[in-house]
């Protein structure tokens, strides 16, 4: 892996209020909401033709002119290979789409979307010197920043409701994490990484409480629109707890337009899904609102989508609403469904939280939201197989030694 002698990162900025802050130091969030890191994109411009991408390793690091580390030595990587895009003619084709693709991020070294935004995040953190790190999750945020960490000798801790799925609970502490279950929503786990700053001197790398987890989530869109020979499709569905994925790419397709790289001014409508029983950003989007109010009683089986308060919310709406996309929900009680309609009709071991995505296709299809001449994109966020409780499955059984009734297997 080479990269470049220095950074094209200029500054930092407060997404709230545009306030510009220094590149460089120590920075968590300004005024309690995210900071975006912003470049010289005429530096960039300068520096790397599209057709210099072609005879790099397929990684995320091959966008290293468009991210945030400054010295090769302080990358933290397990390998984050580049995802495929798959066509899904069949699912489409029961959707009613004639061009839908999976972009899987199962592929990635922790089994999910979280790798890259971890990646980025352990990497920095090791580049400005910090040694302990913390922060809670629902689902495989923790597993992630546990490996990164251990990878780059860090203290971690690790704060989950007891409700985390079994195998993202054993993954955190696998990984050497002081692992804890809490008897509370994500939103008790957060306050207890920010009461224990202070007392227990860790960084806080919860979702969009420092800059560049979305500088690493930010690569799905780099990717997506290298994969695509710089076209972009015409509606996009991702999964929406935190929304780091959300904002990061549509900050992608920015500084991609920025730069001229794209083929067309067109970018895509984006759909933030969200379950029925956790919608906070489709109600706030109904509502005409920017900002959103954690709904009453939020549960899904989907657990990275159980996040009834995002602190980055006004950015995904935004987001959304610039595209010209929009936040919407999928029946809870449909999950199982859809889940096994991708890995059926395609092969694809789709996430509880992708599947709503299935759903929220279906619905917008059937309204006219999207046309089945579109091209779509859904982003599988994870593995399946991670969420054991979501896919148990009662299989009939054989005695081995009595007589096969050949005709009852069929």
């Known amino acids: 892996m080479t990269m470049a002698a220095a950074s094209f990162v200029t500054h930092l900025e407060g997404a709230i209020d545009g306030a510009v802050l220094p590149a460089r130091t120590l920075q968590t969030t300004h005024e309690g909401r995210p900071i975006l890191v912003r470049y010289d994109l005429d530096g960039v411009k300068t520096a790397l033709a599209r057709s210099d991408l072609h005879d790099r390793p397929p990684t995320m690091w091959r966008y290293r002119e468009l991210l945030p580390v400054e ?4 990358i933290v990587t397990l390998g984050e290979t580049m995802t495929p895009l798959l ?17 899987d991020e199962s592929r990635l070294p922790t089994g999910s979307f979280k790798s890259r935004g971890m990646a980025m995040a352990v990497s920095m953190a090791h580049e400005l010197g910090i040694k302990r790190v913390a922060a809670p999750t629902a689902g495989n945020a923790g597993g992630a920043l546990a490996a990164y960490a ?3 000798s860090m203290d971690c801790f690790i704060f989950m409701p007891d409700s985390t799925p079994m195998i993202n609970r054993y993954e955190a502490a696998l990984h050497g994490a002081k692992a804890f279950l809490v008897n509370g929503l994500i939103t008790d786990c957060g ?9 227990m001197g860790w960084f806080d790398m919860s979702t969009l409480k420092e800059p560049y987890r979305i ?15 710089w076209r972009l499709p015409h509606a996009i569905l991702y999964p929406t707890g935190g929304g780091t994925g959300l904002i990061g790419m549509w900050k992608a397709f920015t500084e991609l337009a920025e730069l001229g790289w794209l083929d067309e001014a067109r970018r895509p409508r984006m759909y933030a899904c969200q379950s029925t029983t956790c919608p906070p950003m489709v109600n706030a989007f109904e509502a005409g609102d920017r900002f959103a109010v954690a709904p009453e009683n939020p549960h899904t089986a989907a657990a990275g989508l159980c996040v009834p308060s995002a602190v980055g919310d006004f950015l995904i709406l935004d987001a959304v609403r610039e595209s010209g996309g929009k936040a919407m929900a999928a029946d809870e009680h449909r999950l199982e469904d859809w889940m096994r309609l991708a890995c059926e009709l395609e092969g694809i071991a789709l996430c509880p939280e992708s599947a709503f995505c299935v759903g929220v296709l279906e619905r917008a299809v059937a309204e006219g939201e999207i046309r089945p001449d579109e091209t779509v994109v859904i982003f599988n966020t994870a593995a399946a197989q991670k969420y054991a409780e979501v896919i148990e499955a009662d299989l009939p059984r054989l005695d081995h030694a009595g007589g096969i009734d050949w005709a009852a297997l069929a």
Do not use: Y
């Not at 010295?71 to 302080?74: A, G, P």
């Open 87 to 103: 066509p899904c003619p069949r699912l489409g084709g029961r959707l009613g789409v004639e061009r839908l693709f999976v972009k």
């Open 215 to 229: 500088e690493g989530k930010k690569t799905m869109g780099l990717e997506l629109a290298e994969q695509m020979n």
């Open 191 to 199: 306050r207890i990484v920010r009461e224990g700053t202070e007392k």
């Open 150 to 152: 251990a990878r780059a």
């Open 71 to 74: 010295d090769e030595s302080h």
